[in-house]
């Protein structure tokens, strides 16, 4: 396949996190392509009806076809007319038949020219065994069939010797030819009897002599078979003996004539196209297992089984560099004796060829090494003897993984096949180390937080179940903590979300540096931490923990020349009394760091089993609330707006209600703070806004107000992408006019992201929507934000005017906010007057308006109707 389609292989929609994974494994795949790139020959994938949907670069080089061209049945024009119904029978046989298969036919070529090729294919199933494609090769075998077509030929022209033997006086007549043949000394003469003949031959072709011939006698017929001579290495001589039996009167075979001939071409030919296929399918092999074996040691082994198989060698072995002085391990090998794998073999001081073949990942042949004065013999190769050896490098993306060799003590001439053989199994232990070491990461991304690089959720929970187990049969204690981080939300909203995560880096330092090494510390998410003590004797180890935790957590910390001080709320559920089961601890300890929270925060607290009612009825309150807003349990009550120096009606603000059919009355206080914390804020908000414009709306149109409407927006509801055209949306259905509508939005809303937020005030504006900051003086706003925000009014917090006549304090900031909110130009209403006191306390201070008891509770929407029309009355 060529790079361009390679590089679009795999498609990235995914966060940073998902990036990194699909580029691991991006890599690992262009790994495995490589090495399909590095097999020299046509490879193809095809379907089971025969549509081609791969090739190599090898086919597209060799025929000139595009990958366009190839695809489906384009692979047939290149085939030789003359061969292609052959080879489609052929194809039929094997998909009917599912098995394995080769064939030879011939391949045009780019310049038109015709060659031989060998395909051969293996089916490919699913875990159900059925066939989803089969995977090809084609073989360049054009060189070895014209030596075979020679070789016919000189059988016909050439000197054939010829002979004659009598099985009954084992006489024997030979040609001149035939002592050339067999490198026999013609002075000797022929052999005395068959067995002196035999022992020309080695011993299987000795007894392949004795069964012919004896079968010759038995049948009456002509025989011919192929003998090897005696000659060793890789001048082994190979003859094809023809025996036609000479018979008398009666059929009796009286003895044979016949011919021989020097066949040592063909059959080397033959042979090496036999050790070349048998590479290719132990190269395959290997490659199969290297994408799915569990360990590298188990491909290595696998590797040095090829090599001494395909190389026919005694010894073999595959070295890794390890360590930061990258010796080179024996980690798997054959032939080598006890105690040399798993040992560093190779002295970096020394000058052995090894270092020659990391330095110029080229090939390095050695004939004879007590003959080459260039290197100097490892003590692994002397130890063991050997002669001769051939070593090529294991490749990497940044650097080497080692070295693969193969060695004989024997002399042995090493090729550039056998270099290009050892060369492919080194491309497969490069890309499989490739795929493990990109698994290793994926694997520790999976099981780690990527920020602080602490085990996530998923490896605490394993940690946690094999702690339990071990506490379990030693009765022992297992102690979980649960952190969550007290105003870290704070420090995101004012020093940005970079240096918070920066502080949550640091955090972990801190909290790690405070356990055992047996003990665990993971990051949940967000700014919640998970300790767990493993193998404690009581509870009151976990205190000494915890309070250690506190003391880290609370110490400031520096983070570009900003000291910031955090609390932390800690949860602690001890097995085996909270809990006896991961899920259990988890869940017991987040209810006790909740309850720490509710107390104080900064503190810890110990599991107590009422904690669990306390959370069951916020979980059941939750789930009451979900339904809540499907069967329509929610509903308004209005309070009025007074103009405190006329009691004019100004507007009114519209207060959301829960009357559940088995709580009753629910207060705003017990189901605004679930609704924010389960996201049903958002639609509750909306529902809200949609409702009150659309009932103002009917109001202002009946003529019973010319005042606004005022409704709390969330944060959660502020936050949205959408919120201002969701706001303009609802008044153009409700036909509500922009300027009736006042939006109430707290300090800490307006405060969160000050451009954001400024550039929704503004849209709102122009939208011509009023805004107030509701309970103004409770938050921390900032008066140089606050003159740059498009804001119509400020409301004083109810607390403040309740303790208007008995506190000073609250006088005091009661009496600035107003002096404030008149200085930008902005009106101010008090919140919670109750009090005619209160009232006129207010009004002396400048306070424009006010709602509360003393005008009118909250009002339902019929009463809130009869009240605006007596007003209207009055």
């Known amino acids: 396949m060529s790079s361009k389609r390679r590089a679009g292989r795999l498609a990235v929609d995914s966060d940073a996190e998902l990036n990194r994974i699909q580029d691991a494994l991006r890599?690992?795949?262009?790994?495995?392509?490589?090495?399909?790139?590095?097999?020299?020959?046509?490879?193809?994938?095809?379907?089971?009806?025969?549509?081609?949907?791969?090739?190599n670069q090898y086919w597209l080089d060799y025929t000139g076809l595009t990958l366009e061209e190839s695809l489906g049945f384009g692979w047939n024009p290149p085939f030789h007319p003359e061969d292609r119904e052959r080879a489609a029978k052929r194809w039929l046989q094997?998909?009917?038949?599912?098995?394995?298969?080769?064939?030879?036919?011939?391949?045009?070529?780019?310049?038109?020219?015709?060659?031989?090729?060998?395909?051969?294919?293996?089916?490919?199933?699913?875990?159900?065994?059925?066939?989803?494609?089969?995977?090809?090769?084609?073989?360049?075998?054009?060189?070895?069939?014209?030596?075979?077509?020679?070789?016919?030929?000189?059988?016909?022209?050439?000197?054939?010797?010829?002979?004659?033997?009598?099985?009954?006086?084992?006489?024997?007549?030979?040609?001149?030819?035939?002592?050339?043949?067999?490198?026999?000394?013609?002075?000797?003469?022929?052999?005395?009897?068959?067995?002196?003949?035999?022992q020309l031959f080695d011993a299987e072709s000795a007894v392949v002599l004795k069964k012919m011939m004896s079968l010759g006698v038995s049948t009456g017929q002509t025989q011919r078979f192929d003998l090897r001579t005696k000659t060793s290495g890789d001048n082994a001589a190979y003859v094809q003996i023809v025996a036609v039996p000479?018979?008398?009167?009666?059929?009796?075979?009286?003895?044979?004539?016949?011919?021989?001939?020097?066949?040592?071409?063909?059959?080397?030919?033959?042979?090496?196209?036999?050790i070349r296929a048998q590479q290719q399918l132990l190269v395959a092999s290997l490659g199969r297992l290297a994408l799915s074996a569990a360990s590298l040691d188990e491909v290595y082994a696998e590797a040095v089984s090829a090599i001494a198989q395909g190389l026919s060698v005694e010894f073999s072995n595959v070295l890794v560099l390890e360590g930061a002085q990258k010796n080179l391990v024996l980690q798997a090998g054959i032939g080598w004796k006890p105690g040399w794998i798993g040992q560093s073999v190779v002295d970096p001081q020394k000058q052995t060829h090894i270092y020659r073949v990391l330095e110029s990942h080229d090939p390095v042949i050695i004939y004879d090494f007590r003959e080459e004065p260039r290197f100097i013999r490892s003590?692994?190769?002397?130890?063991?003897?050997?002669?001769?050896?051939?070593?090529?490098?294991?490749?990497?993306?940044?650097?080497?993984?080692?070295?693969?060799?193969?060695?004989?003590?024997?002399?042995r001439h090493f090729s550039s096949d056998d270099a290009s053989f050892l060369q492919g199994v080194a491309n497969i232990l490069s890309a499989a180390a490739e795929r493990h070491w990109?698994?290793?990461?994926?694997?520790?991304?999976?099981?780690?937080?990527?920020?602080?690089?602490?085990?996530?959720?998923?490896?605490?929970?394993?940690?946690?179940?094999?702690?339990?187990?071990?506490?379990?049969?030693?009765?022992?204690?297992?102690?979980?903590?649960?952190?969550?981080?007290?105003?870290?939300?704070?420090?995101?909203?004012?020093?940005?979300?970079?240096?918070?995560?920066?502080?949550?880096?640091?955090?972990?330092?801190r909290l790690s540096s405070c356990v055992r090494v047996e003990d665990t510390v993971s990051r949940q998410g967000g700014d919640e931490f998970i300790v767990a003590l493993t193998g404690i004797k009581n509870a009151q180890e976990a205190?000494?923990?915890?309070?250690?935790?506190?003391?880290?957590?609370?110490?400031?910390?520096?983070?570009?020349?900003?000291?910031?001080?955090?609390?932390?709320?800690?949860?602690?559920?001890?097995?085996?009394?909270?809990?006896e089961n991961a899920e259990t601890l988890m869940r017991n300890a987040d209810t006790a760091m909740y309850v720490a929270k509710q107390l104080g925060r900064n503190r810890y607290q110990f599991y107590a089993p009422e904690m669990n009612m306390k959370a069951l009825d916020y979980l059941t309150l939750e789930s009451d609330l979900h339904r809540a807003i499907e069967r329509n349990e929610l509903f308004l009550m209005y309070q009025p707006q007074l103009a405190l120096s006329t009691g004019e009606v100004l507007g009114l603000?519209?207060?959301?209600?829960?009357?559940?059919?088995?709580?009753?009355?629910?207060?705003?206080?017990?189901?605004?703070?679930?609704?924010?914390?389960?996201?049903?804020?958002?639609?509750?908000?909306?529902?809200?806004?949609?409702?009150?414009?659309?009932?103002?709306?009917?109001?202002?149109?009946?003529?019973?107000?010319?005042?606004?409407?005022?409704?709390?927006?969330?944060?959660?509801?502020?936050?949205?992408?959408?919120?201002?055209?969701?706001?303009?949306?609802?008044?153009?259905?409700?036909?509500?006019?922009?300027?009736?509508?006042?939006?109430?939005?707290?300090e800490g809303v307006v405060m969160q992201g000050v451009e954001q937020v400024l550039d929704k005030l503004n849209a709102l504006r122009e939208l011509g929507v009023t805004l107030a900051i509701d309970d103004f003086g409770t938050g921390y706003s900032?008066?140089?934000?606050?003159?740059?925000?498009?804001?119509?009014?400020?409301?004083?917090?109810?607390?403040?005017?309740?303790?208007?006549?008995?506190?000073?304090?609250?006088?005091?900031?009661?009496?600035?906010?107003?002096?404030?909110?008149?200085?930008?130009?902005?009106?101010?209403?008090?919140?919670?007057?109750?009090?005619?006191?209160?009232?006129?306390?207010?009004?002396?201070?400048?306070?424009?308006?006010?709602?509360?008891?003393?005008?009118?509770?909250?009002?339902?929407?019929?009463?809130?109707?009869?009240?605006?029309?007596?007003?209207?009355r009055d």
Not at 674 to 702: F, N, S
Request: hydrophobic fraction near 40%; charge should be negative; proline fraction near 4%.
């Open 438 to 509: 990109t698994n290793q990461r994926l694997s520790h991304m999976a099981l780690h937080d990527s920020l602080t690089g602490l085990p996530n959720r998923l490896l605490l929970t394993d940690r946690l179940n094999v702690a339990l187990s071990y506490a379990h049969r030693h009765h022992q204690h297992v102690a979980l903590l649960f952190l969550d981080l007290d105003l870290f939300k704070h420090v995101n909203d004012v020093f940005g979300h970079a240096m918070g995560d920066q502080l949550l880096k640091e955090v972990a330092k």
């Open 379 to 411: 003590d692994l190769l002397a130890s063991h003897d050997i002669v001769s050896g051939i070593d090529v490098v294991v490749g990497g993306l940044e650097q080497p993984v080692g070295v693969l060799s193969a060695y004989s003590a024997t002399v």
């Open 782 to 872: 900032s008066l140089n934000y606050l003159q740059q925000f498009p804001l119509h009014r400020l409301k004083i917090d109810q607390s403040f005017t309740q303790e208007l006549l008995s506190g000073q304090q609250s006088l005091a900031i009661t009496k600035a906010i107003i002096q404030m909110g008149h200085s930008l130009g902005l009106g101010v209403l008090a919140e919670g007057i109750e009090t005619k006191d209160q009232a006129v306390r207010l009004q002396a201070l400048g306070c424009d308006a006010g709602q509360g008891f003393l005008y009118a509770k909250p009002l339902s929407v019929d009463d809130c109707e009869e009240y605006l029309r007596a007003t209207i």
């Open 94 to 198: 094997a998909t009917s038949s599912g098995e394995p298969y080769e064939i030879e036919y011939r391949l045009r070529r780019w310049d038109g020219v015709y060659r031989w090729m060998l395909g051969r294919a293996l089916p490919m199933r699913d875990a159900k065994g059925n066939i989803v494609k089969w995977f090809g090769t084609c073989t360049d075998i054009d060189d070895l069939k014209r030596i075979q077509e020679r070789l016919d030929e000189a059988q016909h022209v050439g000197k054939i010797g010829d002979w004659e033997y009598n099985p009954v006086t084992e006489k024997t007549i030979w040609s001149p030819v035939v002592y050339r043949l067999l490198g026999r000394d013609s002075r000797l003469g022929p052999p005395q009897n068959l067995y002196e003949s035999a």
């Open 246 to 274: 000479r018979k008398n009167d009666r059929g009796e075979v009286t003895g044979f004539f016949g011919t021989i001939q020097d066949i040592s071409d063909r059959k080397h030919a033959e042979l090496a196209l036999r």
């Open 543 to 579: 205190s000494t923990i915890a309070e250690k935790l506190l003391s880290v957590v609370t110490a400031p910390f520096t983070l570009e020349e900003t000291d910031i001080v955090l609390g932390v709320s800690i949860g602690i559920a001890c097995f085996p009394d909270d809990g």
């Open 653 to 746: 603000e519209a207060l959301v209600r829960w009357q559940s059919p088995s709580r009753g009355l629910v207060s705003p206080g017990q189901f605004i703070p679930i609704a924010e914390h389960c996201g049903l804020i958002i639609p509750i908000g909306h529902w809200v806004l949609e409702t009150a414009c659309y009932q103002h709306a009917y109001w202002v149109a009946q003529g019973l107000t010319t005042g606004s409407i005022a409704v709390n927006i969330s944060a959660h509801q502020f936050q949205q992408a959408n919120f201002c055209e969701r706001v303009s949306d609802v008044l153009s259905r409700t036909g509500l006019q922009p300027n009736l509508l006042e939006l109430e939005v707290t």
């Open 27 to 55: 890599t690992s795949e262009a790994e495995f392509r490589t090495l399909v790139e590095t097999i020299p020959q046509i490879v193809w994938v095809t379907r089971p009806d025969g549509w081609h949907i791969d090739f």
